[in-house]
């Protein structure tokens, strides 16, 4: 089947539930939905969500997790941070922890943070040790373990990721406010989440189910979009993809290079996307929609991607209008207030100026902060 580019974007952009916000009372079906939230800082993960969800309230996120524990965070995708829900923890899990560590051993190894592949397993027991009466700081476990040395201290932040990669470790409780998270302790998963079984599913089975999810909230979508996203290599992918043959269509996408694949389930609604105005929204650094491709031409004109893809691996926050990124913006908290600074790369129309102020509006709303709105003057038709 052949598609228009914008029926892709548009696909995405529903599947992502940013055609419309979802009744809270979805809000973990939403995590479930898009795949997991990007906590690279606890503002952008909770500005993730309120993009998706209508009614949120900030608490909700942290009462998942260190409340209900219906959600825990840990690294999974491309080995960064991520918060989804419990009940799917063991699909991530087993579905990268091969791949994720063959690609984590291979780094500590050549970069002599380790001797071998093998050579930090027998400090584990030490530290599920230290933790069997609850969480702990690494600061904490550093004097816990006695190892006071400062490189030691950098070397047990990298173990507790490692056991982390190993389904053995997750993040618990943190310090300071909603939107800024300090003093992160970290816990063992069979203690923090007892009902969780890691081995309820196999590796093979929780990959094709990965791919299937995937390919409902980002298709149509390539192999390499696949890979690109877990941060597994396309050899390891293709597998999955050809156990999934049967089930796939392939799309042609104008201004698009290659084939990509979206379930037959979904083609019809691929082919009859809607050609209506998606809506502004004020998506935050990295996003899960727009981290979710390789190929970013659905939502990103290829000359502005070096705007939004930044040195030292920064994602700027982006200003979606009408499924396509025409701006970026930036959230500072000054003494008394907060300063959103807007740039769009184009003079906007008045309705979509207005909608974009609309959006301020509800961001006001949610956080509780006092936003002072400012526009980038070279770009700014319209006085706010």
Same mark, same amino acid.
């Given at each position: 089947?052949?598609?228009?580019?914008?029926?892709?974007?548009?696909?995405?952009?529903?599947?992502?539930?940013?055609?419309?916000?979802?009744?809270?009372?979805?809000?973990?079906?939403?995590?479930?939905?898009?795949?997991?939230?990007?906590?690279?800082?606890?503002?952008? #993960?909770?500005?993730?969500?309120?993009?998706?969800?209508?009614?949120?309230?900030?608490?909700?996120?942290?009462?998942?997790?260190?409340?209900?524990?219906?959600?825990?965070?840990?690294?999974?995708?491309?080995?960064?941070?991520? #918060?989804?829900?419990?009940?799917?923890?063991?699909?991530?899990?087993?579905?990268?922890?091969?791949?994720?560590?063959?690609?984590?051993?291979?780094?500590?190894?050549?970069?002599?943070?380790?001797?071998?592949?093998?050579?930090?397993?027998?400090?584990?027991?030490?530290?599920?040790?230290?933790?069997?009466?609850?969480?702990?700081?690494?600061?904490?476990?550093?004097?816990?373990?006695?190892?006071?040395?400062?490189?030691?201290?950098?070397?047990?932040?990298?173990?507790?990721?490692?056991?982390?990669?190993?389904?053995?470790?997750?993040?618990?409780?943190?310090?300071?406010?909603?939107?800024?998270?300090?003093?992160?302790?970290?816990?063992?998963?069979?203690?923090?989440?007892?009902?969780?079984?890691?081995?309820?599913?196999?590796?093979?089975?929780?990959?094709?189910?990965?791919?299937?999810?995937?390919?409902?909230?980002?298709?149509?979508?390539?192999?390499?979009?696949?890979?690109?996203?877990?941060?597994?290599?396309?050899?390891?992918?293709?597998? #999955?993809?050809?156990?999934?043959?049967?089930?796939?269509?392939?799309?042609?996408?104008?201004?698009?290079?290659?084939?990509?694949?979206?379930?037959?389930?979904?083609?019809?609604?691929?082919?009859?996307?809607?050609?209506?105005?998606?809506?502004?929204?004020?998506?935050?650094?990295?996003?899960?929609?727009?981290?979710?491709?390789?190929?970013?031409?659905?939502?990103?004109?290829?000359?502005?991607?070096?705007?939004?893809?930044?040195?030292?691996?920064?994602?700027?926050?982006?200003?979606?209008?009408?499924?396509?990124?025409?701006?970026?913006?930036?959230?500072?908290?000054?003494?008394?207030?907060?300063?959103?600074?807007?740039?769009?790369?184009?003079?906007?129309?008045?309705?979509?100026?207005?909608?974009?102020?609309?959006?301020?509006?509800?961001?006001?709303?949610?956080?509780?902060?006092?936003?002072?709105?400012?526009?980038?003057?070279?770009?700014?038709?319209?006085?706010?």
């Amino acid at each position: 089947m052949e598609i228009p580019l914008r029926n892709a974007a548009l696909f995405a952009l529903s599947s992502h539930h940013l055609f419309r916000r979802t009744p809270r009372s979805r809000a973990l079906d939403v995590v479930d939905e898009v795949l997991g939230l990007n906590a690279q800082g606890s503002l952008n #993960v909770q500005l993730s969500l309120w993009n998706r969800v209508d009614d949120l309230n900030t608490e909700f996120i942290p009462e998942s997790l260190y409340g209900d524990r219906s959600m825990v965070k840990t690294w999974v995708m491309r080995d960064t941070v991520h #918060v989804i829900t419990t009940k799917q923890f063991p699909i991530y899990r087993r579905a990268l922890e091969r791949s994720l560590m063959m690609e984590w051993n291979r780094w500590t190894v050549r970069t002599g943070t380790k001797e071998s592949a093998t050579s930090w397993e027998p400090f584990y027991s030490e530290v599920l040790d230290i933790l069997e009466d609850g969480p702990l700081t690494i600061r904490e476990m550093q004097h816990a373990l006695g190892w006071t040395r400062r490189e030691r201290r950098i070397s047990l932040s990298r173990l507790v990721r490692e056991m982390s990669l190993r389904g053995l470790l997750c993040h618990a409780h943190a310090s300071g406010p909603w939107y800024h998270s300090t003093k992160y302790t970290f816990a063992r998963v069979d203690k923090w989440l007892p009902s969780v079984d890691l081995d309820s599913v196999s590796e093979g089975e929780a990959l094709l189910s990965l791919a299937q999810s995937y390919l409902r909230a980002y298709g149509p979508a390539s192999i390499g979009d696949f890979a690109y996203w877990t941060g597994m290599r396309v050899r390891e992918t293709r597998p #999955v993809f050809d156990s999934l043959s049967d089930s796939l269509v392939e799309v042609k996408v104008a201004e698009h290079r290659g084939t990509l694949l979206i379930l037959e389930e979904d083609a019809s609604a691929l082919l009859g996307a809607e050609e209506v105005s998606a809506p502004a929204r004020l998506l935050p650094q990295f996003d899960a929609l727009i981290m979710g491709h390789k190929d970013k031409t659905r939502f990103i004109e290829p000359g502005i991607r070096s705007r939004i893809f930044l040195p030292r691996g920064d994602v700027a926050a982006t200003i979606m209008i009408d499924g396509r990124v025409q701006g970026t913006w930036t959230l500072r908290k000054m003494k008394n207030l907060w300063r959103l600074e807007l740039s769009p790369f184009n003079k906007l129309s008045e309705e979509n100026f207005e909608e974009v102020e609309a959006e301020v509006d509800q961001l006001r709303t949610f956080t509780g902060f006092e936003i002072e709105a400012c526009w980038d003057a070279d770009y700014q038709t319209f006085s706010p």
